[in-house]
């Protein structure tokens, strides 16, 4: 065989080796996850409960590796339940969610940490036309190739131009967020 042979079949070994090896780390580092089945969306505040039935999105995560999570996901603004059609029909008018003009509420990941015994995930919320910066903090629990997200947070209604701020406590919504998923 010739030398110029061997050393090129070398680089092209080396480059296959190198390659499979970056692979294999990018699998570790990266975790997609599918919305399952069985997720709730529970708001609960001084003026209305209830919940929300349609999420979708995008979810990376691996707790070996936070700087690659990402969560893309938004909710269906008409498919809010609280339990009365005319408070429903309200939540969906131009007096609070807008649903015509806004249909989505939308929440982009920008970084997730550790945090005592759970994670934060921090991010953009896109509720009613309008973005803030917001933190999650949420549990995270795995079983052979399922997992649950659990978050619980305030929203204050009036941040986001959501009936008439007073700039109280009182005008902040509990959000709890249950979200089963299974491996992709």
Request: charged share 25%; hydrophobic share 35%; net charge positive.
């Amino acid at each position: 065989m010739s030398r110029s042979f061997y050393n090129s079949n070398k680089y092209s070994i080396a480059g296959l080796a190198f390659l499979l090896t970056l692979s294999s780390f990018t699998y570790l580092i990266l975790k997609n996850w599918q919305i399952a089945d069985g997720y709730k969306i529970k708001f609960d505040g001084k003026y209305a409960h209830g919940s929300f039935s349609d999420l979708t999105g995008l979810i990376s995560f691996n707790p070996d590796s936070l700087g690659a999570a990402k969560f893309n996901v938004s909710v269906d603004v008409a498919s809010i339940e609280t339990g009365n059609d005319l408070k429903n029909k309200h939540a969906k008018s131009e007096k609070w969610f807008d649903a015509e003009q806004f249909p989505k509420i939308k929440f982009t990941s920008s970084e997730v940490s550790k945090q005592d015994t759970g994670y934060v995930v921090r991010g953009t919320l896109e509720l009613h036309g309008i973005k803030k910066d917001i933190a999650i903090p949420f549990s995270f629990q795995q079983e052979s190739g399922a997992a649950k997200f659990y978050g619980k947070f305030k929203v204050n209604r009036g941040d986001f131009g959501i009936g008439k701020s007073t700039g109280k406590e009182s005008d902040s919504t509990t959000v709890e967020v249950f979200v089963p998923v299974v491996s992709q």
